[in-house]
């Protein structure tokens, strides 16, 4: 089952199906109890599995932490696990019954991914080839959706990425900016062999995220826009049926809950697979990306139709892999499914496959050796466990170190006087300085995302407005009742990634109140902030292109940026100082309260 990208680029939408047939015997068909076809009747049973959000993870291996990841609920990840359950999937249902494609963001995530992007560029003359392209292509990947975190490091470096997959990327909804056509494969077509009948056709339209355009805006204004997944698989489901598919598959980037996180900055929807299930008809099945979900299976019923549509999320980093389980039968001159089930396998319940650890074995001792370089000292220990509810140290690292490269970077013009604040979130709740040598990996631990540093002017009364909008990440609280921290946060489901706090203010935020009336006593430099004084916000392109539809600083003058990452800022911080001290930058700038009362002591 091979899908020739040169054939697809350089032919008609219908030749560039690429149907290409599976060599060999056919496996033996088997069909289950309950499946509609009647007696005697030919059927044929084949199985998807699907992986997404893999995040450059090969390796059951955290680089931030220099050990086998594990985490509380002991799950493993990487590639090296997947191919051990592909195998035994192979193994059991027999290749050419099956096919295995992902949902996107697998580019960036770890320490490897970042090293053969900006260390070691795979874009350079004889650059080498990505570490997950060689892992997906030894294990055999078939196709893949685009997510997001494809385009953060720029369009180069993924087209070549794209260049060494030996399966196709795909984006019915990642279009050319001018001539609004395709600029990736919209869909694959792949042929199943059956023992009876003609091939099994089977469609894979990948679908990626609207929201790219907010947040790679410097990449990709002016060259793609991203219309939504709903739109774009109502214009190609049809069309994949006309070309004579069987089974048409979804493999979107996109969570199911119908929600956003950008607001209205956006006609699209963000999380609109379920939306896609319920709205386009002639879809079977969908793999559903983006939200680091599980979800083993869950049925829609389409609108148009009344059939139901399969959807399945596995967990993120190559946590889980989907299984989507067919069995068709031939009616009145056609395959039609009758049954589609979905389950998920867990990789912890594996070990690496050694074909896949032994290729990549080289990379990944050249990645552990170069986040262990020390980069300097600290004078005491500092954590991050605590920084969603308290103002921590390791936190007003990371504001005052993009407030003094604003600042520098402000020196000689007119925005020089003005006084400079900085946001910044808690990333991980993992994450830390140690006490003695730092080294690249504890800095990187930080901030693991790799967005880059801006400068924008915000008046008192919008700093104000931005903070009461972040202050809407905490529960509501009544005065005297009991706290736990463990469920004070993430309200209406809001990540850690989008509460931010202001470096250089001092304020409260009063829990006890309602979202929109939190903040207390919001000062800079012991004086009540005036809603009319001018600010520099030092602030992460994420947040600056509208990433958690904050208010005021999408549309507010930016009056610097750096290409460089935060990560690597930070980096570079500590090899200059030498010594981290928190002595010198560390303070209470804001704390909860209840009534006035402090939360915490």
């Known amino acids: 089952m091979v899908f020739d990208r040169r054939v697809f680029l350089g032919s008609s939408a219908v030749a560039g199906a690429a149907l290409a047939g599976a060599s060999g015997a056919p496996a033996a068909a088997h069909a289950g109890p309950g499946t509609g076809a009647g007696a005697g009747a030919r059927t044929y049973a084949f199985t998807v599995m699907g992986t997404t959000d893999l995040h450059g993870n090969v390796f059951n291996w955290d680089y931030f932490t220099d050990r086998e990841f594990d985490d509380k609920a002991h799950n493993d990840v990487g590639l090296a696990k997947i191919s051990t359950l592909v195998n035994q999937v192979r193994a059991q249902k027999g290749r050419r019954n099956t096919l295995l494609i992902d949902a996107g963001d697998t580019i960036q995530g770890t320490q490897l991914s970042y090293y053969y992007a900006k260390v070691e560029p795979i874009t350079a003359r004889r650059g080498p080839v990505h570490p997950m392209a060689q892992a997906m ?34 984006g019915a909804n990642a279009l050319d900016a001018k001539s609004l056509r395709p600029a990736f ?34 990449h990709v204004q002016g060259k793609m826009t991203f219309p939504g997944l709903e739109e774009q698989a109502a214009k190609y489901v049809p069309r994949l049926r006309s070309l004579g598919a069987d089974v048409v598959i979804v493999s979107a980037h996109s969570g199911s809950s119908g929600t956003s996180s950008y607001g209205d900055q ?54 889980r892999l989907t299984l989507f389980d067919f069995e068709l039968a031939w009616v009145k001159g056609r395959w039609s499914v009758v049954r589609v089930a979905a389950r998920v396998l867990d990789s912890n319940t594996v070990e690496e496959d ?37 103002d921590v140290p390791v936190i007003d690292l ?33 994450a830390g300085i140690p006490q003695g040598r730092v080294t690249i990996r504890d800095a990187a631990g930080l ?21 009461e909008y972040s202050a809407k990440y905490f529960v509501r609280t009544a005065p005297g009742e009991v706290v736990d921290p463990a469920r004070l946060t993430n309200a209406g489901n809001t990540p850690d990634y989008n509460y931010d706090s202001v470096y250089g203010l001092t304020y409260d935020i009063d829990i006890s109140e309602p979202v929109g009336s939190r903040i207390v006593g919001l000062s800079y430099g012991g004086r009540p902030v005036d809603p009319v004084a001018r600010f520099v916000l030092a602030v992460n392109n994420y947040r600056a292109s509208g990433g958690g539809n904050f208010p005021h600083v999408p549309q507010a003058r930016q009056v610097w940026a750096d290409s460089d990452e ?36």
Request: with cysteine.
């Open 566 to 601: 935060i990560r690597n800022t930070i980096v570079q911080w500590v090899r200059a100082e030498g010594t981290v001290d928190p002595a010198r930058f560390a303070s209470v700038g804001w704390r909860l309260t209840r009534a006035g009362v402090p939360v915490f002591s």
């Open 447 to 467: 901030y693991p995302f790799e967005n880059t540093l801006e400068a924008r002017v915000l008046t008192g009364a919008q700093v104000k407005e931005y903070l």
């Open 398 to 430: 990371i504001g005052h170190v993009q407030a003094e490269a604003v600042r520098a970077a402000l020196v000689g013009t007119e925005w020089a006087a003005l006084p400079v604040v900085s946001q910044a979130s808690c990333f991980s709740r993992t």
């Open 266 to 319: 956006l006609p699209y929807v963000e999380n609109a697979a379920g939306l896609v299930a319920e709205r386009v008809p002639g879809i079977d099945a969908i793999l559903v990306g983006h939200a680091h979900a599980e979800i083993p299976e869950y049925r829609v019923k389409n609108k148009v139709t009344g059939e139901e549509v399969v959807l399945s999320e596995p967990l993120k980093w190559g946590q």
């Open 354 to 390: 050694p074909r896949i650890t032994r290729l990549l074995s080289d990379e990944h001792r050249k990645v552990v050796a170069y986040v262990n370089q020390v980069i300097g000292t600290s004078t005491e220990a500092m954590s991050s466990a605590e920084g969603p509810v308290r």
């Open 137 to 170: 292509n030894a294990i055999g990947y078939d196709a893949a959706a685009l997510g997001n975190h494809e385009f953060n490091y720029g369009i180069p470096l993924l087209r070549k990425f794209e260049e060494q997959c030996d399966f196709p990327l795909l």
């Open 185 to 218: 494969p919209p869909y694959s077509v792949h042929r199943l062999r059956t023992p009876h009948g003609p091939d099994v056709k089977v469609a894979v339209l990948g679908l990626t995220n609207p929201g790219i355009a907010i947040w790679d805006k410097a």
